[in-house]
């Protein structure tokens, strides 16, 4: 079992480039989530999906881009980096019903210059 | 969604235990505590959660007050690899399972 599987580690954009911040679960879990994090702040909640073709906003969604084709996979999409996106960006998943915690993955370590 | 309270900071000696304390008195009902640990920037683990009864695992144990507005995560014998930024959040899982993250304490454990 891998759980939860980010791709890339770190990255280095510049200002106007667009990339795709990639997830992977092998839990078969309905719910995912990208959040942020950056100094001195907690994580906040970009966006977030409850199953296969659907997908919401969370806190902080402007600037990025969603989809959920299938239950494994959740990229973010980042339309025209800005260096107020730097961040490191972590995925999530969880089963859509119960009470089991999160599984994250180990983040994306992304700077825009 | 119910707030939570947690000191920033926080020590404690290798052996010993550690007990985290978190506020969370404005918590509803159906909502639960979780507990979860952040090391030094790694993706955030999943501790243990709790609704009313206190509860134990091969990590940890969760003490929650009697009127449920506070908890305290406990450690029985804190280790080095302990040392990490810990997360108590409060769960609704009717508000589309977000979770409402704080600052959280950060415990250092001492040789």
């Known amino acids: 079992n891998a759980g939860v599987t980010q791709t890339p580690k770190f990255q280095v954009l510049k200002t106007g480039q667009s990339m795709t911040l990639q997830c992977a679960q092998d839990m078969n879990h309905e719910y995912m989530s990208w959040y942020r994090q950056d100094p001195g702040m907690g994580l906040r909640l970009i966006h977030y999906s409850v199953g296969a073709g659907i997908t919401d906003q969370g806190e902080v969604p402007n600037g990025y881009n969603v989809s959920r084709s299938t239950t494994e996979d959740f990229p973010l999409r980042l339309l025209s980096a800005a260096p107020s996106q730097t961040s490191v960006y972590f995925c999530a998943s969880s089963p859509v019903t119960g009470f089991g915690g999160y599984t994250f993955g180990s983040g994306t370590r992304l700077t825009v210059v | 969604d119910a707030k939570t309270t947690q000191p920033p900071?926080?020590?404690?000696?290798?052996?010993?235990?550690?007990?985290?304390?978190?506020?969370?008195?404005?918590?509803?009902?159906?909502?639960?505590?979780?507990?979860?640990?952040?090391?030094?920037?790694?993706?955030?683990?999943?501790i243990i959660h709790g609704l009313k009864n206190?509860?134990?695992?091969?990590?940890?144990?969760?003490?929650?007050?009697?009127?449920?507005?506070?908890?305290?995560?406990?450690?029985?014998?804190?280790?080095?690899?302990?040392t990490a930024v810990y997360y108590c959040i409060v769960f609704n899982a009717g508000n589309n399972r977000k979770l409402i993250w704080g600052l959280g304490t950060s415990l250092a454990v001492n040789p």
Not at chain 2, 54 to 80: F, Q
């Open chain 2, 54 to 82: 206190n509860e134990t695992n091969e990590m940890a144990s969760l003490i929650i007050t009697e009127d449920r507005k506070s908890s305290t995560l406990i450690l029985p014998h804190a280790t080095l690899r302990d």
């Open chain 2, 9 to 46: 900071s926080m020590d404690c000696a290798e052996g010993r235990a550690a007990n985290l304390p978190c506020n969370h008195s404005t918590i509803s009902g159906n909502e639960y505590v979780y507990w979860y640990r952040q090391i030094h920037s790694q993706g955030p683990q999943y």
